[in-house]
């Protein structure tokens, strides 16, 4: 008998809002019956299912695990645009002159992710 990862989960103040953030990342879609102020939240996207869970503490420490975004419709570089305009920020930039590396961003509630190169993107420097 084996296991599969039904969710990654996220503890975090606002479950709504910040799921509402990852299904635009993700272009994904929240549960049909998730609400502004609900206790939980689901986002289901092609790459993974996310759930977020309101808990009463804030965020203390950096992650131990994050999410390793790599765009499927844009480059690197426009993905971070994208989820800036979302209201990610950059906390650390790794790209480098050849056009390879990442960049780490965290999402509204201080949650670290990278984003990668996109496919296209990799297959260009190997």
Not at 12 to 23: E, M, Q, V
Not at 92 to 114: I, K, L, Q, S
Request: proline share 6%; with cysteine.
């Amino acid at each position: 008998m084996t296991s599969l990862v039904r969710h990654v989960t996220f503890d975090c103040s606002d479950a709504y809002s910040l799921a509402r953030f990852w299904a635009n990342a993700l272009g994904g879609t929240l549960a049909d019956d998730d609400a502004p102020g609900d206790p939980m939240a689901t986002v289901t996207s092609a790459g993974a299912a996310l759930l977020f869970i309101q808990v009463p503490e804030g965020k203390t420490v950096k992650n131990r695990v994050h999410l390793d975004l790599q765009p499927q419709d844009r480059s690197r570089d426009d993905e971070v645009e994208h989820l800036h305009a979302l209201g990610a920020k950059i906390i650390g930039d790794y790209r480098e002159p050849d056009g390879t590396g990442w960049v780490t961003m965290t999402d509204p509630e201080g949650n670290e992710f990278c984003v990668e190169r996109s496919a296209p993107e990799r297959a260009k420097t190997q």
